[in-house]
């Protein structure tokens, strides 16, 4: 019997639901930490960005509106088609980390019981960040969380499975829609994501991920008027680079969470952070009924 | 060259030779003069090469503009726009807010070129008219039984007139295309000229609605007979029938104004109408006019662009090109 070839993956972007490739045609090698060849990946350019906000855009009116019981069931889904690759994120990981296979495997454990603790804070965020307020006058008054639209998340460049699922996750409870801009070395966990999301009832556009260079893509989301906020995890250690996108963010008020100075330690628990960030307190005052 | 020339479109220099001397032969009186001699010319138009306007368009559609040049076709672009609103929920409130617009497309930027016109239904010119007054912003009125045609001669008269008194400087009429797919070229030429009649000084756009002629073969025959009749622009689409303006029908009537044009010595505009919604879509058309009409059409005179949602897109892309930030359309107007 002949030897078999090996394939060598090549691979594409993920916006609208769909993988294509990057308009800017390029890809770039993925090696794991001693430097061997794991697969190739695609280097989005600004065009692919603003076709990803356009996506995003799209799909905000239906995820948003989705009932949060919806938006939990659908995430909840993602969490089991995580576990079913699990194996290949674990790969993944060790590979791209450098870690052993039980630490890898503890990481994307992790990754997934993070996934399903956010999944079911869709239906609980309204009843801890809303509120029912006293007023003097015959009114009900109350304060309802929603979501603040099309989130640009830059996703943390160490931990590529559970940094990038402890910036994405929250974004998506409240009915945020996000393009996310992974690890630049570390990408493949992110293409794994992608293709788990495309694969479970997560709509097309709710989450559209580009690979490539931060600098690439980075300044134009920070500098776009369609998305509202933008949390720089990913520029985290990088000062220079994180002011620069704050003052782009700022010409429209986007929310920005800023980036640490150091990528955190994100084993240790979330909070709700993460989640409040990314929403818009509405108040309304409704007449008592006669 | 498989019979096509390449700078000229689909049209073969043989066949532009051989139009030519049929119409100076058999003179435009004459064609016009009865049923079976309009017909005869009609039939006798040389047939549309399908495969070649659609390849001819999509060549054509995948020019890259890029920079002063794409800067250059935006502000055309929006300078050609006949800014439409035909919805049964149309109101008054909403026609003098899209009057605003036209005048002044983006408030933040009054470098930005005011459109061409602003297209209603009948009842809404005089609340135009009054908004747009001494802008110079043109008013166009849909007529003739907007969208289907279907009524009589003497209510299309009517329904024209009454625009016109209203105050529209530019009617755009329906062709009545049962009558044409049914072969009865004559009543429609017939209509055309009485309608064209009916609007004195106006501008009569006639609209084909190319969207329900099923060949490009009827295109031609239908700009021909719209052009024969005394339209001053040709119309793709009512905008309610899908498909609406294409490129291969635009294409098509742009060949047959600028052969109009060589043989009478009277330019006709075209203007593509319905399915237009973003910059590249725009500037894919003004593409295809400068390569088959000519620079001669490159001008809100001769050119125009029926839509409502692409004025936004192309302020959107302006505003990218001088900010160099992508927009966002929270910062422009609903319409």
Request: proline fraction near 4%.
């Given at each position: 019997m002949s030897e078999r070839l090996a394939v060598k993956k090549t691979y594409k972007l993920y916006i609208g639901g769909k993988f294509p490739r990057s308009e800017s045609g390029r890809s770039y090698q993925v090696t794991d930490t001693k430097g061997r060849f794991l697969a190739n990946a695609a280097h989005a350019s600004r065009k692919d960005a603003r076709d990803a906000v356009v996506a995003a855009r799209k799909a905000f009116a239906g995820w948003s509106r989705a009932t949060a019981y919806n938006r939990g069931q659908v995430l909840y889904r993602v969490a089991e088609v995580m576990e079913g690759r699990r194996a290949q994120f674990v790969d993944e990981v060790a590979a791209g980390e450098g870690l052993s296979r039980g630490k890898a495997e503890k990481a994307v454990d992790e990754s997934i019981d993070r996934w399903v603790w956010y999944a079911g804070w869709t239906d609980k965020i309204a009843q801890v960040v809303g509120s029912s307020n006293p007023v003097a006058g015959p009114y009900f008054d109350f304060s309802v969380p929603e979501p603040t639209g099309v989130v640009a998340v830059l996703a943390p460049q160490r931990s590529s499975l559970l940094g990038l699922v402890s910036v994405l996750a929250p974004v998506l409870v409240s009915g945020n829609t996000a393009v996310v801009a992974s690890?630049?070395?570390?990408?493949l966990p992110a293409i794994t994501l992608g293709e788990v999301l495309a694969t479970s009832d997560v709509p097309g556009g709710v989450v559209n991920i580009l690979t490539g260079r931060m600098g690439d893509t980075a300044p134009w989301l920070a500098a776009h008027m369609d998305v509202n906020a933008v949390d720089l995890a990913g520029a985290a250690g990088d000062d220079e680079h994180a002011r620069e996108l704050e003052l782009a963010a700022a010409e429209n008020l986007k929310r920005v969470v800023r980036a640490p100075a150091d990528e955190p330690d994100w084993t240790a628990e979330p909070g709700l952070d993460r989640i409040t960030s990314f929403l818009e307190t509405k108040t309304v005052w409704h007449p008592v009924g006669i | 060259m498989g019979g096509r020339d390449g700078d000229k479109g689909v049209l073969t220099q043989g066949t532009r030779l051989g139009l030519v001397t049929v119409l100076n032969e058999a003179h435009l009186a004459d064609v016009t003069s009865s049923q079976a001699s309009l017909r005869q010319f009609l039939l006798g138009l040389p047939s549309v090469d399908q495969v070649g306007a659609e390849a001819r368009a999509a060549t054509l559609a995948s020019r890259s503009i890029k920079t002063t040049a794409k800067q250059f076709a935006i502000d055309l672009a929006i300078s050609m726009i006949d800014l439409t609103t035909l919805e049964g929920q149309d109101t008054p409130g909403k026609v003098r807010a899209l009057c605003a617009k036209a005048q002044r497309p983006d408030p933040s930027d009054p470098s930005v070129p005011r459109v061409a016109a602003i297209c209603v239904y009948p009842d809404l010119v005089s609340t135009a008219e009054a908004a747009l007054r001494g802008s110079g912003v043109k008013v166009a009125s849909v007529a003739t039984g907007f969208p289907s045609g279907r009524t009589t001669l003497e209510v299309k008269q009517a329904d024209t007139r009454a625009a016109v008194a209203a105050g529209a400087d530019e009617v755009d009429m329906v062709i009545d295309r049962g009558a044409f797919l049914a072969g009865r070229y004559a009543q429609v030429f017939e209509e055309i000229s009485t309608v064209k009649q009916a609007c004195g000084s106006a501008h009569l756009k006639v609209i084909l609605e190319t969207g329900e002629l099923a060949t490009y073969d009827n295109v031609r025959r239908a700009s021909w007979l719209a052009m024969l009749a005394g339209a001053d622009f040709i119309k793709t689409s009512t905008g309610k029938v899908s498909p609406a303006a294409t490129l291969p029908v635009t294409l098509i009537m742009l060949e047959a104004v600028r052969d109009f044009l060589d043989i009478t010595g009277r330019q006709v505009g075209v203007k593509p109408a319905g399915g237009i919604r973003t910059t590249k879509d725009a500037i894919k058309y003004l593409v295809l006019v400068n390569e088959t009409a000519g620079a001669a059409w490159l001008s809100p005179d001769w050119f125009r662009i029926g839509a409502s949602s692409l004025l936004n897109d192309l302020l959107m892309q302006r505003q990218k090109m001088t900010t160099g930030r992508y927009a966002g359309p929270d910062y422009f107007t609903l319409d």
């Amino acid at each position: 019997m002949s030897e078999r070839l090996a394939v060598k993956k090549t691979y594409k972007l993920y916006i609208g639901g769909k993988f294509p490739r990057s308009e800017s045609g390029r890809s770039y090698q993925v090696t794991d930490t001693k430097g061997r060849f794991l697969a190739n990946a695609a280097h989005a350019s600004r065009k692919d960005a603003r076709d990803a906000v356009v996506a995003a855009r799209k799909a905000f009116a239906g995820w948003s509106r989705a009932t949060a019981y919806n938006r939990g069931q659908v995430l909840y889904r993602v969490a089991e088609v995580m576990e079913g690759r699990r194996a290949q994120f674990v790969d993944e990981v060790a590979a791209g980390e450098g870690l052993s296979r039980g630490k890898a495997e503890k990481a994307v454990d992790e990754s997934i019981d993070r996934w399903v603790w956010y999944a079911g804070w869709t239906d609980k965020i309204a009843q801890v960040v809303g509120s029912s307020n006293p007023v003097a006058g015959p009114y009900f008054d109350f304060s309802v969380p929603e979501p603040t639209g099309v989130v640009a998340v830059l996703a943390p460049q160490r931990s590529s499975l559970l940094g990038l699922v402890s910036v994405l996750a929250p974004v998506l409870v409240s009915g945020n829609t996000a393009v996310v801009a992974s690890s630049y070395e570390r990408p493949l966990p992110a293409i794994t994501l992608g293709e788990v999301l495309a694969t479970s009832d997560v709509p097309g556009g709710v989450v559209n991920i580009l690979t490539g260079r931060m600098g690439d893509t980075a300044p134009w989301l920070a500098a776009h008027m369609d998305v509202n906020a933008v949390d720089l995890a990913g520029a985290a250690g990088d000062d220079e680079h994180a002011r620069e996108l704050e003052l782009a963010a700022a010409e429209n008020l986007k929310r920005v969470v800023r980036a640490p100075a150091d990528e955190p330690d994100w084993t240790a628990e979330p909070g709700l952070d993460r989640i409040t960030s990314f929403l818009e307190t509405k108040t309304v005052w409704h007449p008592v009924g006669i | 060259m498989g019979g096509r020339d390449g700078d000229k479109g689909v049209l073969t220099q043989g066949t532009r030779l051989g139009l030519v001397t049929v119409l100076n032969e058999a003179h435009l009186a004459d064609v016009t003069s009865s049923q079976a001699s309009l017909r005869q010319f009609l039939l006798g138009l040389p047939s549309v090469d399908q495969v070649g306007a659609e390849a001819r368009a999509a060549t054509l559609a995948s020019r890259s503009i890029k920079t002063t040049a794409k800067q250059f076709a935006i502000d055309l672009a929006i300078s050609m726009i006949d800014l439409t609103t035909l919805e049964g929920q149309d109101t008054p409130g909403k026609v003098r807010a899209l009057c605003a617009k036209a005048q002044r497309p983006d408030p933040s930027d009054p470098s930005v070129p005011r459109v061409a016109a602003i297209c209603v239904y009948p009842d809404l010119v005089s609340t135009a008219e009054a908004a747009l007054r001494g802008s110079g912003v043109k008013v166009a009125s849909v007529a003739t039984g907007f969208p289907s045609g279907r009524t009589t001669l003497e209510v299309k008269q009517a329904d024209t007139r009454a625009a016109v008194a209203a105050g529209a400087d530019e009617v755009d009429m329906v062709i009545d295309r049962g009558a044409f797919l049914a072969g009865r070229y004559a009543q429609v030429f017939e209509e055309i000229s009485t309608v064209k009649q009916a609007c004195g000084s106006a501008h009569l756009k006639v609209i084909l609605e190319t969207g329900e002629l099923a060949t490009y073969d009827n295109v031609r025959r239908a700009s021909w007979l719209a052009m024969l009749a005394g339209a001053d622009f040709i119309k793709t689409s009512t905008g309610k029938v899908s498909p609406a303006a294409t490129l291969p029908v635009t294409l098509i009537m742009l060949e047959a104004v600028r052969d109009f044009l060589d043989i009478t010595g009277r330019q006709v505009g075209v203007k593509p109408a319905g399915g237009i919604r973003t910059t590249k879509d725009a500037i894919k058309y003004l593409v295809l006019v400068n390569e088959t009409a000519g620079a001669a059409w490159l001008s809100p005179d001769w050119f125009r662009i029926g839509a409502s949602s692409l004025l936004n897109d192309l302020l959107m892309q302006r505003q990218k090109m001088t900010t160099g930030r992508y927009a966002g359309p929270d910062y422009f107007t609903l319409d």
